[in-house]
């Protein structure tokens, strides 16, 4: 059998799995919708600060625009690939041979989606690993003996969880539905906040500056991105006072030829050389 089951689970005794299932598409449908929303609006967010950083105005209709290359780049990829599907929520669903309990196997890169599963009353943890001796608190080892025996009737063999067990897909599309690409007010509202926005080009920005004064391209990298200096959060907070903030009317009709206040540069100039200097002793002795 399978000697990794992280996100295996037990239903209750007695529990209409018809009914069940319903309960599941009740509760997760609408997490699915909001982080659907959620990853349009980071993705949305990530354009419009792509083109306004680099001086350009933003377009009309900036999440249109930004649906539908994602939606050509997800119809392109393998269902395998990291990227693909990110708010999947699917089941494999069998029946324990020996004691008639419903057993379950949930798969979902969300922990959103997956913590709300799990928090489902008729659901049971009855995960199994055996490659550490470290159980879920509450569970002896008697109780992993037992979970481990219950496992391998439900996954005899190699454990393939598809020769014995039923697979139940939340959704058969990534597509998002058009309601909600087009509810602007509700992109808007789980879009990151400025400062969350600024977080990566910030580090980005302050990495390219330490090239610039002669470190090399990896220890700058890792400088920053391991946090081995001073917070950079000055730096982060500089360039979100620089952003454009996301209104409907951004999103619906662009920028108007508006781009980015060029003194932007110089801000970060000197916030970039005042961090240097706090950083140069520290740069000096990372290795």
């Known amino acids: 059998m399978s000697t990794k089951i992280p996100n295996g689970f037990r239903l209750a005794e007695g529990t209409d799995l018809a009914a069940f299932t319903d309960r599941v598409r009740s509760v997760i449908d609408p997490l699915r919708d909001q982080e659907d929303v959620k990853l349009l609006a980071i993705e949305t967010a990530k354009f419009v600060d792509a083109s306004w950083l680099a001086g350009d105005p933003v377009l009309p209709r900036a999440a249109d625009t930004v649906y539908t290359q994602w939606a050509d780049a997800q119809s392109k990829m393998s269902v395998y690939d990291y990227d693909h599907d990110l708010n999947r929520f699917e089941l494999s669903i069998g029946t324990d041979p020996g004691t008639g309990r419903v057993m379950v196997i949930a798969r979902a890169e969300n922990h959103t989606l997956m913590d709300a599963f799990e928090g489902m009353a008729d659901v049971e943890e009855y995960g199994y690993w055996n490659h550490t001796d470290s159980y879920p608190e509450g569970v002896t080892r008697a109780d992993w003996e037992v979970r481990k025996t219950a496992w391998d009737r439900m996954l005899p ?105 060029p003194g932007y540069k110089d801000a970060l100039e000197a916030t970039f050389a005042a961090l240097y200097e706090q950083d140069k002793d520290a740069l000096a002795e990372d290795h």
Not at 207 to 228: C, D, Q, T
Not at 242 to 254: I, R, V
């Open 157 to 261: 063999g190699l454990g393939k969880p598809s020769d014995t067990m039923e697979t139940w897909i939340l959704r058969d599309t990534v597509e998002v539905r058009e309601e909600l690409r087009s509810d602007t007010a509700r992109l808007i509202a789980l879009a990151p906040s400025r400062a969350d926005r600024a977080t990566f080009p910030g580090k980005d920005a302050y990495a390219a500056y330490l090239r610039s004064r002669g470190i090399e391209v990896m220890k700058a990298v890792r400088f920053v991105a391991f946090g081995r200096g001073v917070s950079v959060q000055p730096v982060i907070d500089t360039l979100a006072t620089f952003l454009a903030p996301l209104t409907a009317e951004l999103l619906t009709e662009g920028s108007g030829g508006a781009v980015i206040d």
